[in-house]
């Protein structure tokens, strides 16, 4: 099984996406770092260069040359945006939907020094309405794909690392019905 993991820029993706790998012992894929290994750039400078539309293309393209063997798999916050990579993926595959509200996401993005070198910058002057505003547009489309969905605020790594291994050793899936938040 690959465990894909999704939700917003700074709600742990590829922290707890390590951390996860490791514990299973499985592979751990990025699609962002794969983005930046093929582009040679960041994801700031491809969209600066190239507009949304250029690295979503990336994305499309890394999405769809994921091995298909037991992996953790985390995802750039938009690319279940595109139906195709949730397709490519879904097959085989236990999506993970990490939440967390603005002010997490904010102190998160902040803290993390590879925020403003990597990341595209929050369009706008107003950080915390623009992460409010694409919370809630993004909202339906995390929940529709979502197997589980787990609320990263106030939990360490190794707690949602040990909620998303406890469903899948139980081998539990929701698919079709609302996800389960913070078991």
């Known amino acids: 099984m690959r465990i894909i993991l999704t939700g917003y820029r700074g709600s742990g993706k590829s922290t707890v996406g390590g951390r996860l790998a ?18 040679g750039q960041t994801v700031r400078q491809i969209v600066a260069d190239g507009g949304w539309e250029a690295f979503r293309l ?14 953790v798999i ?32 904010l102190e998160r993005l902040a803290a993390d020094g590879k925020t403003s070198d ?3 910058p929050l369009a706008g002057g107003d950080d915390r309405g623009k992460v409010e505003k694409l919370l809630r547009e993004r909202l339906p489309v995390y929940r529709r794909v ?10 360490s790594v ?5 909620m998303i291994t406890e469903v899948v050793d139980r081998g539990l ?10 078991i």
Not at 58 to 71: F, K, S
């Open 22 to 39: 490791e514990r299973l012992g499985v592979p751990f894929f990025d699609t962002d770092a794969l983005i930046g290994e093929r582009s």
């Open 58 to 71: 990336l994305e499309h393209r890394v999405i769809e040359e994921l091995p298909d063997r037991p992996a």
């Open 158 to 162: 190794d707690e949602i690392v040990a």
């Open 74 to 105: 985390a995802l750039g916050g938009g690319a279940v945006l595109d139906q195709g990579n949730v397709e490519a993926l879904k097959e085989g595959g236990f999506f993970v939907w990490l939440t967390a509200g603005a002010d997490a996401i």
């Open 118 to 120: 990597q990341r595209p």
């Open 173 to 182: 899936s929701i698919r079709g019905e609302r996800p389960q938040s913070g």
């Open 146 to 155: 979502a197997d589980l969905a787990i609320d990263t605020s106030g939990r």
